[in-house]
């Protein structure tokens, strides 16, 4: 690979936190996994100076599981979610997406953190973590702060995240009781493909009601989106198949497909409102 | 997951000790504890690293070549452009040992002035590092000014359409006449007319292109390259301008060809480089260089009109063919020849009309790939069986079973295949083997498909196709056999020593098969072609029983009794039911050697030669034999997404006489993997001519999640014309795959989608226009 | 320009010094040293055909700095077994017909070794998922598939790491 940079290699977060802030001038970069970035270094896509390899910042990794809340460090690989019992048990969709994410290398070294901060339309692992109600914290040599994942997205390849900070953890609250969550990734083959349209769904219940609906997508849209006209028509309702086709459609409507080399725009907004369909059915199915 | 059935009628007393048995291949240790080298893994000292710089457009002039920068560059050995070279063009003509010529089908070998396909190669960089070489590319400054292109094939042939080259772009044309098609048709209850299309695809080998040059001390150019064809030694030598006694190539065991391999790919840049430098020169294509390096499977618009009776026999066949050639001729000419005898399928049709063209456009050029062009005809041909048995109402199989071309009969162009046609006994058994249907579930449909075909085995006949090998025994009774043949992953060598020693009576570990150099191993021609098991399977054998019946003669004298008494086995001499009268292989050999009896053998085996097909009719013989099989799967798709999965491959093939049925299977399982993208998930996406796909995370191949287990029977008729009565399975294994997947998913959705591959999108869009009509 | 750095690696149980520069990737720096038994198919993370073991974690050595390997004990497919000792794996595949060009069959008896260590009975659903990541274009996989198995069975019955 012909890609001129310099590396440092922290031991520890705030070494990894200063580095990244001195880059005056300098196009500096972290570096997890390397399993986006260095495919674009290559591809000349990105043309960093200085990069900051994360590998040995021991502080980012870990998962912590309180009564109320679960909380990943942000170089939690794509395996590592795979190899918790408990991330299975409190976020099922996040397991359907890591199954299916890229091969096992890729899966070994990608982490969560790096799928988020990709910006990617297809990053997996966003969805899921959308219809957990994820918090991200962001850290920098300066300050720390904490924001709804779902306030992340400003744009197309555009973040919330300063060049400085980190994404160090990922958080949310454990699902309620009578809750159903999971992920549909549709690509054009079964092992390591880039989602076509991905749709993730939390439907809890209560006496017959729905009392929480998360519905996200990804590769519909320039951004990973919550279809939060579709969550509304279903929450605190009895859901019947009517209700569910109506949500399916607001959230494909709210979709903002384009058409590439793996499908048509029109694929995307068919599919989207198919699956939606299917995954909220199949959860309303399971919660009755 | 496999079962072999043999007809033991048809050669009585076959009783082999080592052919037909799944022996461990004797290149398997070596590969997988990574001993063994591929062309990409020799290293010279002093080597430079070489970069291919190419156009980002498909149709232009080149107006401006400034590689000041890039020579001025520290590091850099050599920047050659078209401009410092001798007006050379690199041939693209038939490899092989033929000598035979087409006209003008020479691509330059760096762009001149005008540019005709994405990719073209501008300029050439040899530098002391890789870092370098890029950095120098990176410093190479052209301007290329955009001409109308021509990207597909029926707008290439409209009057007015922009000129790839010539006064036309039609690159070959070929036609069959045969019988009286205006009566079949007229014959006919019913005339069903359909149009398929089917795609580019990449041959994804794993190891991509590469090769290490140096000119050794008797000024002989030495390339060490992953190739099909050493024999290329000879349009390289043309190529840069030196007697063809001085290129030498020397193969290696190749990462995967499938044809992709069997056209020049690195060589010339090799050799050009290596004569400029006097250093050694290595080369190695990036995957993206791949993609645009070497030629694709050729798409095809076929559109077929048959005329049948209410009984379901087909009476009159028109068909007419449309290749997308690309911007230079390569191997086109041939692949629509292919195409055009494979037109009718394995069935008998006495009247048929068919009319094939390759038509060039400034797509990616198109040239062999598995299947050559018969394969695409499987594609159309056995959607259109399911198509008529559909509209008839006629059992699928039952519509072929009436129609099936059987042992003795002639096909297309006239020829009658001299071994037998079992196409019906595979279908039966494939089809049988599907067993119970998968159940449906809510949106999952399940569908079911079968696809029977017939392709060659042995280059054209009018090639004149030769192949020699070369079997010894050693002084302590070990053999060695040396033929230029090359192996791209089927076991190609590992089947010469296992004949070798069937027929020497040594165990397969007292081989050693050296081959694939141009210079000092036999001349076996090709690994394309499905012919290396059958050209220089028939040498390897010759050369041993040659070599036997001389050792044979030897012992017989030893022993007093006659040559036909004695037998060879296990490394042992022997007599016949004499267990007394015995003596070790080794033994034998010194008596012969020092008596000075030969113990080495040259054979040359000789393909049957024929003349080109009659131009007006295309009647004649094409080929020297034709192998039959089919292809059964089982298909679930989801009617709401479109998505389609595998459930069941299962294959049957007349395989003729396996010689190692492990590798047999391996190439039947191979096979299904090809055909399942191809059918499904495989995508060239160009625009305007430029690849958008240009990586294995947008070139979507099966991956081990997408195959399910395939399953294969075999049968042997022991009817080929190769060794023991072998066929050939290289090109067979694929060649029905997508159409039984198409007849499946067909079946299952009610709905046919007549282009491939049939992606999610595709068939989604096909149930959408039924419920709309 | 930046500086070369001298990285020691443990190669198959053997240290092994180079200096590359910071950009160099460590399936660069492994061919570099003479480990020519991994191989190179798509330099993006694509094939897996440059999978080797980093502390016993299957990673693509494409997208691998080679920096980041310093120190680290780097385990190839000759680091599993050789001619005259192959590792079950290799036997299995040799035995069984499992390589055809064998291009791939690096990076797969690696991803198989992986596999093997996580779980060493998987079933084919564990198999296919761990595979995902390396292409094969010669097998059709079903052959692979069966060696894996039988090289676990092996193994299991061997008891413990051979």
Request: contains cysteine; glycine residues 10%; charged residues 25%.
């Amino acid at each position: 690979m012909y890609a001129p940079f310099e590396l440092d290699i922290p031991t520890d977060l705030p070494g990894a936190l200063a580095a990244l802030a001195n880059g005056a001038g300098e196009t500096v970069l972290p570096i997890a996994g390397g399993t986006n970035l260095i495919v674009d270094i290559r591809a000349r896509r990105e043309r960093p100076d200085r990069m900051v390899g994360l590998g040995e910042v021991d502080e980012l990794k870990g998962m912590e599981f309180g009564p109320e809340r679960i909380a990943i460090g942000g170089r939690t690989t794509v395996s590592d979610l795979l190899r918790a019992p408990e991330i299975a048990r409190e976020a099922p969709a996040l397991i359907d997406a890591a199954r299916l994410f890229g091969g096992l290398m890729v899966r070994n070294t990608g982490t969560v953190a790096g799928n988020i901060a990709s910006g990617s339309p297809a990053a997996d692992l966003v969805p899921p973590l959308l219809t957990l109600d994820a918090e991200l914290t962001l850290a920098s040599a300066n300050a720390t702060r904490t924001m709804a994942l779902d306030d992340y997205y400003l744009g197309y390849k555009e973040d919330a995240r300063t060049p400085d900070e980190l994404i160090t953890r990922i958080a949310w609250p454990r699902l309620p009781a009578n809750a159903v969550n999971s992920f549909y990734k549709l690509a054009r083959r079964k092992g390591d493909a880039i989602t076509v349209t991905g749709v993730a769904v939390t439907l809890a219940a209560a006496d017959g009601r729905c009392t929480r609906a998360r519905i996200a997508l990804c590769s519909v849209a320039p951004v990973v989106f919550r279809a939060r006209q579709a969550e509304a028509l279903l929450e605190g309702r009895a859901l019947t198949p009517a209700l569910i086709d109506e949500a399916a459609a607001e959230a494909a409507a709210a979709a903002r497909p384009i058409d590439d080399i793996r499908a048509s725009a029109d694929y995307r907004r068919h599919t989207a409102l198919a699956l939606t369909r299917r995954l909220v059915g199949q959860a309303w199915d399971r919660l009755a | 997951m496999s079962r072999t059935e043999s007809d033991a009628g048809a050669r009585p007393n076959v009783q082999f000790r080592q052919v037909g048995k799944p022996l461990t291949r004797t290149d398997a240790p070596g590969k997988v504890t990574g001993r063994t080298p591929y062309a990409g893994d020799y290293v010279m000292p002093n080597t430079l690293h070489m970069r291919v710089l190419r156009a980002d457009v498909a149709s232009a002039r080149l107006t401006r070549l400034d590689v000041s920068k890039a020579r001025a560059l520290k590091g850099v050995a050599c920047v050659l452009t078209a401009a410092d070279m001798p007006d050379r063009t690199s041939a693209t003509d038939i490899p092989g040992q033929t000598g035979q010529k087409r006209l003008d089908t020479d691509q330059p070998i760096l762009v001149k002035d005008r540019v005709r396909y994405f990719g073209e190669p501008l300029a050439l960089i040899a530098a002391e590092t890789r870092d370098i070489a890029d950095h120098a590319a990176e410093l190479i400054e052209f301007e290329l000014e955009p001409i109308p292109g021509v990207y597909d094939p029926l707008e290439a042939l409209k009057p007015g359409a922009a000129l790839v080259y010539g006064a036309d772009n039609i690159v070959a044309e070929r036609k069959i006449r045969k019988g009286d098609i205006e009566a079949g048709f007229a014959e006919a209850d019913l005339v069903i007319e359909n149009t398929y299309k089917t795609p580019f695809q990449e041959h994804a080998f794993l190891e991509p292109e590469v090769g290490l040059a140096w000119v050794d001390e008797n000024d002989v150019v030495n390339i060490r390259v992953s190739t099909q064809v050493i024999e290329h030694f000879r349009p390289i030598a043309d190529a840069i301008g030196v007697p063809h006694n001085k290129v030498r190539v020397r193969g290696a065991l190749v990462g995967g060809g499938f044809g992709g391999k069997e056209d020049l790919t690195v060589e010339v840049y090799l050799a050009l480089l290596a004569k400029h430098t006097g250093r050694p020169v290595r080369l190695e294509y990036s995957r993206e260089d791949s993609f645009v390096g070497h030629g694709k499977r050729h798409p095809f618009v076929l559109t077929y009109r048959t005329g049948v009776t209410n009984e379901g026999k087909i009476t009159a066949m028109d068909v007419q063919m449309i290749a997308d050639a690309g911007a230079y001729v390569f191997l086109s000419p041939y692949v629509v020849l292919y195409a055009l005898v494979a037109a009718p399928g394995p069935y008998r049709v006495d009247n048929l009309n068919v009319f094939a063209r390759a038509v060039a456009t400034n797509n990616m050029y198109t040239s062999a790939f598995r299947g050559f062009g018969a394969l695409q005809a499987c594609a159309a041909y056995e959607q259109q069986m399911d198509e008529i048995a559909g509209t008839l109402g006629i059992d699928r199989l039952e519509l072929r079973r009436r129609n099936f071309l059987k042992t003795g009969e002639p096909m297309s162009t006239g020829f009658v295949p001299p071994s037998a046609i079992w196409t019906e006994q595979c279908a039966e058994q494939a089809w049988a083997a599907l067993g119970e249907p998968a159940p449906v579930q809510g949106p999952i449909r399940t569908g079911r498909g079968l696809a029977c075909y017939q392709q060659s085995y042995g280059r054209l006949t009018f090639l004149h196709d030769t192949s020699e090998a070369w079997v010894g025994v050693e002084m302590d009774g070990t053999v060695v056999v040396r033929s230029g043949v090359t192996d791209i992953g089927a076991g190609q060598i590992s089947a010469l020593g296992q004949i070798a020693v069937e027929v020497l009576g040594v165990t397969l570990d007292n081989v050693v098969i050296y081959n694939s150099d141009s210079a000092v191993t036999p001349l076996a021609g090709t690994t394309t072609a499905t012919r290396a098991l059958y050209m220089t399977g028939n040498a390897a054998k010759q050369a041993a029983e040659t070599l036997r019946a001389r050792l044979v003669e030897r012992a017989a004298r030893e022993f007093g009794v006659e040559a036909g008494d004695v037998d060879m086995a296990f490394n042992e001499v022997f007599v016949i039911d004499r267990p007394e009268k015995t003596m070790p292989l080794v033994n034998l050999v010194r008596i012969c050697a020092a008596e000075g009896i030969h113990r080495s053998e040259l054979a040359i085996f000789r393909a049957p030669f024929g003349d080109f097909l009659d131009p007006e009719t295309g009647q004649g013989q094409a080929h020297p034999d034709y192998a039959y099989g089919a292809h059964a799967v089982e298909v679930s798709v989801d009617v709401e997404t479109g998505e389609v999965e595998v459930l069941k491959s299962i294959a049957a093939h007349d395989v003729g006489q396996c010689i190692n049925p492990a590798a047999v299977e391996g190439q039947i399982q191979g096979g299904a993997q090809n055909g399942q993208g191809y059918a499904l998930s495989e995508e060239m996406l160009y625009e305007e001519g430029r690849l958008v796909t240009p990586s294995f995370s947008e070139y979507l191949m099966p991956t081990a999640m997408d195959m399910p287990r395939v399953e294969c029977i075999i049968l042997e008729s022991r009817s080929g014309v190769g060794p023991f009565g072998a066929k050939g399975i290289g090109e067979p294994a694929m060649t029905a795959v997508a159409p039984a997947i198409a007849n499946a998913v067909a079946d299952a959705i009610g709905v046919r989608v007549f282009e491939m591959p049939i992606t999610p999108e595709r068939v989604v869009r096909a149930l959408q226009q039924r419920d709309a009509s | 320009m930046p500086e070369n750095r001298t990285i020691t690696l443990r190669i198959n149980g053997r240290d092994e010094e180079g200096r590359f520069p910071a950009h160099r990737t460590l399936l660069e720096a492994l061919r570099q040293l003479g480990h020519m038994e991994v191989k190179c198919g798509c330099e993006k993370g694509d094939c897996g055909a440059c999978a080797v073991l980093v502390d016993g974690m299957a990673v693509d050595s494409c997208l691998t700095l080679a920096w980041t390997a310093d120190g680290r004990e780097v385990t190839t497919v000759s680091g599993l077994g050789d001619l005259d000792s192959p590792h079950p794996l290799q036997q299995a595949f040799a035995d069984g017909g499992a390589a055809q060009c064998g291009y791939c069959i690096p990076g797969i008896i690696v991803a198989a070794k992986a596999i093997i260590d996580e779980n060493p009975e998987p079933s084919e659903d564990d198999i296919r998922l761990g595979l995902s990541g390396n292409l094969c274009r010669c097998t059709g996989y079903t052959k692979i598939f069966e060696a894996i198995a039988d090289a676990a069975a092996v193994m299991r019955a061997e008891g413990g790491e051979p």
